[in-house]
């Protein structure tokens, strides 16, 4: 079983919807958590990080259900723009292993 | 500017030959990795390394090689024993603390011809 699992997507939403990403985790020691966005063919870089319950910051909206193992992202009035490739990570902390999904493809239409 | 640089960007190599590509952050961070990412995979960890001369195997090792001579620089090798070493390769670098955050270089791509 893989440590971390996405829906690839391809999630086509159009400008100003809010849309949802969820993710699971396999390992229940993992305390740190991350939202990373990736463009095609760049390097990823941190959107947001998870630490307690969640966090929001403008309109991305983090949410972490430890019970249940799984971290969402929640874009809301989506702007072209936020098209992308978005990651969840886990990670125990102070470990250097992060644990990498394969990505949700995001892509917001005109 | 600070940040993590990485060079090539793209780079091309015949089978059978070792390469090597540069890593450099001016961050001033203890802790780099190397990561590699494959279409449909999410990144597997090849090296790291906490501090200088100290490095360890990540979880696909096999075919690399690393060194850490100084905190700015980790390269790595990519060497002909790697049976697939066409890739996206990523540097990055964690600036230590109770969290993970970690920040990547721009990659190389690397296509073995």
């Not at chain 1, 319950?53 to 989506?78: V, W």
């Amino acid at each position: 079983r893989k440590e971390v699992e996405q829906d690839p997507g391809p999630f086509n939403v159009p400008e100003g919807a809010t849309v949802a990403f969820n993710c699971t985790y396999s390992n229940s020691a993992s305390q740190s958590f991350f939202w990373y966005r990736q463009d095609c063919r760049k390097e990823p870089k941190l959107l947001m990080s998870v630490y307690s319950s969640g966090n929001e910051d403008g309109r991305f909206t983090a949410q972490l259900n430890r019970a249940s193992q799984y971290i969402s992202l929640l874009i809301r009035d989506s702007k072209l723009s936020d098209s992308a490739t978005y990651l969840c990570v886990a990670s125990q902390t102070g470990a250097n292993n992060l644990f990498f999904g394969t990505g949700t493809r995001l892509t917001v239409i005109p | 500017d600070g940040g993590i640089t990485q060079s090539p960007k793209y780079l091309f190599r015949k089978e059978g030959q070792n390469v090597t590509l540069s890593c450099e952050q001016n961050l001033n961070h203890d802790a780099m990795y190397w990561y590699r990412q494959d279409p449909g995979q999410g990144l597997r960890l090849i090296y790291y390394s906490q501090i200088v001369n100290d490095f360890q195997k990540g979880d696909i090792a096999e075919g690399y090689s690393v060194s850490r001579e100084k905190k700015e620089s980790f390269p790595l090798t990519v060497t002909s024993a790697q049976k697939n070493p066409t890739a996206f390769y990523l540097c990055a670098s964690r600036n230590g603390g109770r969290h993970n955050e970690q920040f990547f270089g721009p990659g190389t791509r690397l296509t073995v011809l």
